[in-house]
């Protein structure tokens, strides 16, 4: 399984954004960790080791194994790291609208704080997404007999969007968000065909059996989430991943929207681009079919 984040064709990450991605999954003192270090990043940043073991209440083993498990050496490039992300947010005066949206903000804030958290999401997103994962998948996509996208909640929402432009440039593709028929659709798909699975957390059980059941019938799976261990990765042939931290009134749910319709406009544009001809001649014809269903201009 190839999964998405920190290759050599991939831009580097914020060390911030690794440890959302692998917050879940990390061990309850290396939690402990991770929530001093997302509290107060600017802060770890001028401390040293036995302080932040401190602030965790765990050992400074335990801070060393969780700078590993992020995919640091050590310690010292920890601190680089959230010293080096500190100036960039200073360097942008983002301090202010990078914090959490409460219930004292006015609306201008509020506006202020959901647009930041909606821009962030595509950089941030732009930045670790794996070229060569894309790569692939883009193939698999560009190969394939059929595609079927899944996604339930939200990301039918844009599990739709992935369908209606494969299918204006000729791409035969489904988009599914009944667990029923996600699962009688997935096991009539064969060797060639492509699935792919919409989901923010990685653990929405409908559509990881869905992906599951495609896998077992020789599909190429594919998933696009926020947390590159969550469940929907053991089914996945490729894992692309999205950032986009929650917050209080969740303008993150939103926002990990806006990231995964990032990854989807790049998947189709690289599907496009390799049945160039007929995609221009399909999206052509598809504009001229819809021409007379547009109001005149005045």
Not at 175 to 182: E, L, Q, V
Not at 222 to 234: D, K
């Amino acid at each position: 399984m190839a999964v998405a984040g920190f290759d050599n064709e991939s831009r580097e990450a914020s060390p911030l954004v690794r440890i959302r991605s692998l917050l879940p999954d990390l061990a309850p003192a290396e939690q402990r960790v991770a929530a001093a270090v997302l509290a107060n990043p600017a802060l770890v940043a001028r401390s040293n080791i036995t302080e932040l073991a401190e602030a965790a209440a765990t050992s400074e083993t335990t801070v060393i194994r969780f700078c590993k498990t992020i995919g640091l050496r050590g310690y010292p490039e920890l601190r680089i790291a959230l010293a080096a992300d500190a100036a960039r947010a200073e360097a942008r005066d983002d301090r202010h609208l990078g914090g959490d949206i409460t219930p004292s903000d006015d609306l201008a804030e509020v506006v202020g704080k959901v647009a930041f958290a909606d821009a962030r999401a595509v950089e941030e997103t732009a930045r670790q997404l794996d070229v060569g994962t894309l790569r692939k998948v883009v193939a698999a996509v560009a190969a394939a007999g059929r595609v079927d996208i899944y996604g339930v909640g939200a990301n039918a929402f844009v599990a739709a969007d992935l369908q209606q432009k494969l299918h204006r440039i000729g791409r035969v593709s489904f988009a599914w968000s009944d667990t029923h028929i996600m699962l009688t659709s997935a096991a009539v798909l064969s060797p060639g065909d492509v699935a792919i699975g919409l989901s923010h957390t990685g653990a929405t059980a409908d559509t990881v059996e869905a992906l599951r059941v495609a896998r077992g019938h020789g599909a190429t799976t594919v998933a696009l989430t926020s947390f590159p261990r969550s469940p929907i990765h053991q089914v996945s042939d490729h894992l692309l991943t999205t950032v986009a931290p929650e917050t209080t009134f969740r303008s993150g749910a939103t926002a990990s929207r806006i990231a995964q319709l990032t990854v989807i406009d790049c998947l189709f544009v690289g599907v496009a681009q390799l049945h160039l001809d007929s995609a221009r001649k399909a999206l052509r014809a598809t504009y001229e079919a819809v021409g007379d269903h547009r109001l005149p201009e005045p």
